[in-house]
């Protein structure tokens, strides 16, 4: 919500919203339909077609791909602009270095790109705060059986002990990423 508030101030924007068909998802598709309804944002929904995850992949697993293969699809309406933000980034960087291979969230992934993962989530809340913009919390966000939540509920507040400048770090290597 913060991000196409601000982009809009400048740029005709359209806004894309991937709904998981959870409980939830409808609740957030019937508040943005409701929200942009009239204004000058156009929003562009899609359901998950196929609630049934394959075998040997993780609910999140399989939404992100979905997510992904349907947000590529979008290629001809230009760059797709996600809100992935520095929270994200720690928290990939923590879950891939448990497996091997430390990495941040890229920049750009096909036609979508990332341009805010140098900005803490709170930068967002506070964005919307101060303007008055409505946003919703996924309740699934709390759920711990999904890892994402568990590194950032049960693990983060850990890492940030033994590392509380991680942030900061990760910030270095994103930027040093645009200088490689």
């Not at 096909?110 to 506070?126: A, G, H, Q, S």
């Not at 919307?128 to 994402?148: F, I, M």
């Amino acid at each position: 919500m913060a991000v196409v508030d601000f982009l809009r101030r400048n740029h005709t924007v359209t806004a894309f919203y991937f709904n998981h068909g959870t409980k939830h998802g409808f609740e957030a598709e019937r508040f943005l339909k409701e929200y942009y309804s009239g204004s000058d944002v156009q929003l562009i929904a899609r359901t998950i077609q196929d609630k049934k995850v394959p075998m040997g992949l993780s609910k999140e697993e399989y939404w992100r791909n979905e997510r992904y293969k349907w947000l590529h699809s979008l290629a001809k309406e230009g760059q797709v602009i996600t809100c992935h933000h520095l929270d994200d980034c720690v928290e990939t960087w923590v879950w891939s270095s448990m497996h091997g291979s430390s990495s941040t969230i890229p920049y750009r992934n096909m036609n979508v790109i990332r341009p805010f993962r140098l900005n803490r989530k709170r930068e967002f809340e506070t964005w919307c705060h101060l303007n008055n913009v409505p946003y919703v919390e996924d309740d699934s966000n709390k759920d711990l059986s999904y890892t994402r939540n568990y590194i950032r509920h049960a693990m983060m507040p850990h890492v940030l002990k033994v590392n509380p400048g991680i942030h900061k770090m990760l910030k270095k290597r994103i930027i040093s990423e645009f200088t490689e």
